[in-house]
């Protein structure tokens, strides 16, 4: 399916103006978190080069503000701009990591389960049953809690983003398991794998080779829409406060902070890094939707 | 479904029911609505040494004597007292006076409540530590006998809730914690004092409903009722009074302050709190943890200086406080017995303390960890992230732990002592400096009760016998020249970074009159709803 | 029944395996003693305090403990409350039960008319829009959604109260703030809020049914037949959509009472998820395995009930296949 692209891609492609704008401003998005300590114009999460002299700055048109902060500044003095950009990055970073995390293992699940079936597909598939009816988000939600309370504090706040890809990711296997055990099901009845078999080749090579790449779509769809779903869950882990610490906010975290001073006035510390997430939010589900559209065109 | 479960499930829904009808019954009431962040932990005046428990247990309790209204100290259960001989005070009781389910207080009620505070269980074994016997001469006499004199014996009895031998007996609530059988300690959900209001109803985390004591003995405000709902989050606090749905907000969070300033209908009532804000460096180890430096250069005074002048305390005052806090000059503010007025604070030069570090040995600074709780004082958090990005500029690079209270304290205080650099605070409940000698800036010792949450381990041996001379002396003013001649020791030798002494900051409607002690006390029976 | 029991040997093995989880938590933890008297109390005293609550006993021994408690529904006292947690858990329950009703209620009711016609109407003006919506509905994190309510809708236009729950009141028998003015214009905002993700997630699914479903040969003879429009997009399109939605509905039920644990946390409702929150920032560990053990038994309970629901209604799962 994916291994080659179809030749209508592009046109199918440009002719969705709202797709064309959801994955420019991922790349746009993509990029400047990446190469945030190049694009952002304060190095927020370094604390020599904050002043708490600078704190609750309005964004750079409103009267009163410093031109030094576009964004503004939060309670801290830190700007509010290169905050995002940094705690986007932390975002991004857990959203790609923990969906790295879930595809790898639902894959060799699914596929050893898919292709071998038997005692290997019963006991494995059990256990995603049995997870499947536990929420990922709750899941996350226990695996971090219980961790913030059992692990002494410095531990957490310096593996926060580890611990989170763990949670996340370890919460959203199920799904991609079943997929592509279904894949592979269909897959396997088909006579290039019988005749893979025959001439002797080894199953190894029969599964990553010949099975692997007609799976590719559906677990490519299922992934940019997970993207999404991990960028939400560990925002909200953050603003339980089971996520990453007060000195290196994600972007969750930064909205929870804020959140104290919404009714205060100070609403660029909410409503930027709100729009931030939402956006990017958003523009993984449209893309992911296209996609998915576009390679089950009956659904369109 | 466990049984156990569901039979508690039909007896919280029975509860709830005489609930509404007692909430009905109270339509013509003076209402008053009070919201704050946290909650009582428990209602045991015995379980929880925790100053928002037990100010609000003040409410439904009372011990022999209290603060009254100008926050001088009177009798409450107790009418008079006398000092037969220097160890010796006999306590008159006050008579006449019932517990709210209508039993007699009496001198055995007293007795009773005393054993209950020296219970294993109990967190107030403190309040008598000085206390040698007691007993009950009468049903209407209290005698109680101290091992040395104890001129502050009074402050120290201001903890002391009495309870009803039987109600506590019929109830198996003879210690404050009953965990045989794994019971739930009858007294931690349900309260029968003699104060001015009892407990109607109570949902933990939820809701508190408080009604007036038809039989109270004292003078009391128009307050018939009282709701009480913790709130944890901030702007959720400021929108439910902006939006009338409470009439008292306390602590009212201080980026607030001007958006109730300038809505109608509310205002913000303030006075200085006895609470004392610092930063504490650890001089026990030799070693000190959590950091690669090596060594302990906190045993240099130099580099204690150092710290000081490089936090720039002011800034946090205008910046993190919103202004709503005072300069500390030392570890207790001006109200308190033992402020000495002479001491000065080190001034904010981070070009000396990059000096001073230079000649300890530390030109580039070091790095090291900083222990915060982030939910225990106003805006302690941030107050952290400011130290931090402060000392950066002299060169220190601190990591900072911040956590909720509920980690932050097993961690720092004994056995363990487990930080090299903190936040903390303290308010002597006493309103005398001494408390803060015995508790925080006394040399550990924690055998004889000194020292428990001296987490910087700072050991002044001259200001220890200071302290324990004043802690004898019966003539006042030699005792508070003692109290400040050791609080100068400590203020010389940086035993602590004092940073501020904080506002007690409350947003409540305009009609309403509120009573306001700095020891962040909230007697209800002088509020009034206008 | 086969298929039935098997599930109900499966199920019990999940719940030993959610107990030991709970028992590990139970374990793990610092220093109970501490967190149940306070700051002051002295070593010696905290030491007695050790003894005398059994955790110096050896591992098994409180291991054993700690499973014939849990079956007799008792599990310990919570160290911040001071109180019996399973009384603390019926006492929350209730609150958590009708708000993930109160949002199940309003995401079906709108979902289904609108999934409905966004799947009739793919092209229409209308059925763009609602699509757009849906995705920035599944798209927002609700807890962004909830701040963003109680700005507009408590601090500028003042008309809902921003947190609690409100008045209880009785309706044949049942207690319960939706019976009540007070107590509907509380859970309004919250229950808004929890059902939005739900209302995105089965509109979707009931439009890509629906457009499965249009496209079979048995909608074609419909039409062909000439039967009118409303009778085959009600009678002969929709059955056919509902037996996939009416199992995703098992799953979505789940996923509103996890989703609960955020909007309880914005609104301060006072159920289970806050009383979970508190658990995790106070360190109380007895409320937090209890809470662990308790939703993975109504997880538990709630599959084995949709499981059930499969067999009545497909004849295939009766037989054995699946």
Redesign the interface.
């Known amino acids: 399916m994916l291994a080659k692209i179809r030749s209508d891609f592009w046109f199918e492609f440009l002719s969705s103006p709202v797709t064309v704008v959801s994955a420019a401003i991922i790349v746009v998005l993509v990029l400047a978190c990446t190469f945030a300590p190049l694009v952002a114009p304060h190095t927020p999460f ?3 080069t ?4 600078d ?2 700055m309005p964004p750079a048109w409103v009267s009163g503000a410093d031109g030094r902060f576009l964004l503004g500044t939060d ?3 830190r700007d509010v701009l290169s905050a995002m950009l940094y705690g986007g990055r932390i975002s991004l970073m857990v959203g790609l990591g923990a969906v790295a995390l879930s595809t790898l293992i639902g894959m060799a699940v699914g596929l050893a389960t898919g292709y071998f079936g038997g005692v290997t597909d019963a006991v494995l598939m ?1 256990i995603a049953e ?1 997870q ?4 990922p ?2 899941i996350a ?2 695996f971090n ?2 961790l ?3 692990l ?3 531990l957490f ?1 310096r593996a926060a983003v580890p611990i989170m890809i763990l949670a996340i990711g370890l919460a959203g296997w199920v799904q991609f398991a079943r997929i592509v055990r279904a894949s592979v099901l269909v897959q396997r009845s088909q006579d290039y794998v019988a005749a893979c078999q025959a001439i002797g080749l080894p199953t190894i090579i029969i599964i990553l080779r010949h099975i692997t790449p007609n799976v590719l779509g559906p677990v490519l769809v299922l992934a940019m829409l997970q993207i ?1 779903v991990a960028i ?1 869950t560990e ?2 882990l953050s ?4 996520g990453t ?3 290196a906010p994600s972007l ?1 975290a930064l ?2 902070a804020g ?8 609403w660029w510390v ?1 409503i930027f890094p ?1 729009a931030m ?2 956006i990017m ?2 523009a993984f ?2 893309v992911a ?1 296209w996609v998915r559209d576009y390679l089950n065109p ?2 369109r | 479904m466990p049984t156990s479960l569901l039979k508690s499930l039909a007896v919280s829904l029975a509860a709830s029911v005489t609930l509404t009808t007692a909430v009905a019954g109270a339509l013509n009431a003076e209402t008053l609505r009070i919201a704050s962040q946290g909650d009582a932990t428990s209602l045991d005046p015995h379980s929880h040494n925790e100053s928002f428990t037990n100010y609000f247990l003040g409410n439904v309790y009372e011990g022999l004597v209290g603060r009254d209204r100008n926050f001088e100290i009177a009798g409450q259960l107790a009418e008079s007292w006398e000092q037969v001989d220097p160890n010796t005070w006999r306590f008159t009781l006050r008579p006449g006076v019932t517990f709210h389910d209508g039993s007699a207080f009496t001198a055995d009620d007293v007795i009773f409540s005393m054993d209950r505070a020296l219970a294993d269980s109990s967190n107030f074994k403190h309040v008598l530590a000085s206390v040698d016997s007691y007993s009950a001469p009468d049903d209407m006499t209290v005698e109680i006998v101290t091992r040395a004199p104890n001129p502050i014996l009074l402050n120290d009895l201001l903890d002391l809730m009495i309870l009803d031998r039987q109600w506590a007996e019929a109830n198996e609530a003879q210690e404050p914690i009953n965990l045989q059988a794994e019971e739930k300690a009858y007294s931690a959900t349900n309260a029968n004092g003699t104060g001015p209001f009892s407990v109607v109803s109570r949902a933990q985390g939820e809701k508190t409903v408080l009604a007036e004591n038809p039989d109270y003995w004292g003078d009391k405000g128009n307050v018939t009722e009282v709701i009480f709902t913790p709130i944890n989050n901030a702007s959720t606090l400021v929108s439910a009074l902006l939006s009338g749905e409470v009439d008292l907000v306390m602590p009212l969070p201080l980026q607030d302050i001007a958006r109730v300033e300038g809505a109608d209908g509310v205002k913000v009532v303030s006075s200085p709190e006895a609470r004392t804000m610092y930063i504490g460096m650890d001089q026990w180890r030799d070693q000190i943890i959590e950091s690669p430096v090596e060594g302990n250069p906190f045993k240099d005074l130099r580099v204690r200086q150092a710290f000081a002048h490089a936090v720039d305390a002011q800034a946090i005052i205008d910046r993190v406080m919103q202004g709503q806090a005072t300069l500390a000059t030392q570890y207790v503010m001006d109200k308190v017995n033992g402020f000495n007025p002479d001491l000065t604070r080190l001034a904010y030069d981070v070009d000396k303390a990059k000096a001073l570090l230079s000649e300890a040995g530390y030109p580039d600074g070091f790095e090291l960890t900083m222990d915060c709780s982030t939910d225990r004082y106003v805006n302690d958090g941030q107050i952290c992230q400011a130290v931090v990005s402060l000392l950066a500029r002299a060169g220190i690079k601190v990591n900072l732990i911040a956590q909720p209270k509920a980690q932050f304290f097993p961690k720092v205080v004994a056995p363990d002592f487990g930080t090299s650099f903190f936040l903390l605070s303290w308010t002597p409940s006493t309103m005398d400096s001494l408390n803060v000698f015995q508790n925080v800036l006394g040399s550990r010792d924690l055998d004889n009760g000194r020292g428990a949450w001296n987490i910087s381990g700072c050991s002044i041996p001259e200001a220890d016998a200071l302290a324990e001379k004043a802690a004898v002396t019966m003539d006042a003013a030699e005792r508070e020249a003692l109290l400040k001649d050791a609080m100068a020791l400590m203020v010389e030798n940086v035993c602590l970074v004092p940073l501020h002494v904080q506002q007690l900051v409350w947003g409540a409607a305009d009609n309403i009159d509120v009573v306001q002690h700095p020891t962040f006390e909230f007697p209800l029976e002088y509020f009034n709803v206008n | 029944m086969y298929f039935l029991v098997t599930r109900l040997v499966q199920a019990s093995i999940v719940m030993l395996g959610v107990a030991l989880v709970g028992f590990l938590v139970f374990q793990f933890i610092g220093d109970p003693v501490l967190a149940l008297v306070g700051q002051e109390t002295t070593i010696e005293d905290r030491e007695a305090l050790r003894e005398r609550l059994g955790l110096n006993d050896p591992l098994l021994v409180q291991y054993a403990r700690f499973v014939g408690n849990a079956l007799q529904g008792d599990f310990g006292i919570s160290y911040s409350f001071n109180r019996d947690v399973s009384e603390m858990i019926a006492e929350r329950l209730p609150a958590t039960i009708e708000l993930v009703l109160l949002s199940g209620v309003l995401a079906l009711a709108l979902a289904i008319p609108a999934g409905i016609y966004t799947g009739i109407r793919r092209k229409g003006g209308l059925a763009q829009t609602i699509m757009a919506l849906s995705v920035i509905g599944v798209s927002i994190p609700s807890f962004l959604l909830g701040i963003l309510l109680i700005l507009v809708f408590s601090v500028w236009l003042n008309w809902l109260p921003s947190f609690g729950r409100g008045d209880v009141g009785t309706f044949l028998g049942i207690r319960s703030s939706l019976f009540t003015l007070d107590g509907l214009s509380h859970a309004l905002m919250p229950a808004a809020v929890l059902c939005l993700f739900q209302l995105g997630v089965i509109l979707r699914l009931i439009r890509a049914e629906m457009l499965e479903v249009l496209r079979t040969d048995y909608i074609r003879f419909a039409w062909a037949r000439g039967l009118p429009g409303r009778r085959v997009y009600m009678h002969h399109a929709l059955k056919n959509t509902l037996v996939p939605v009416v199992t995703a509905i098992g799953l979505q039920l789940s996923s509103l009472f996890a989703f609960s644990i955020i909007t309880e946390k914005v609104f301060q409702w006072p159920g289970m998820g806050s009383l979970l929150l508190h658990a995790i920032g106070q360190s109380d560990i007895p409320l937090l395995a209890a809470y662990l053990i308790f939703v993975g038994l109504v997880f538990t309970l709630s599959n084995l009930v949709v499981d059930a629901i499969y067999v009545a209604i497909d004849p295939r799962i009766r037989h054995g296949g699946r």
């Open positions: 370094d604390p020599a904050i002043s708490i002299l704190n609750n309670m801290q003095g059990r049995i499947f009816a536990f929420p988000i709750l939600l226990l809690g219980v913030k309370t059992t002494p504090a410095d706040a999404a939400v925002a909200t603003f339980l406060g089971l610490p007060l000195t969750g909205i929870q959140s104290q001073f919404l009714f205060s006035g100070i909410v709100g997430l939402l939010v958003v589900n449209l939707d009956r659904l």
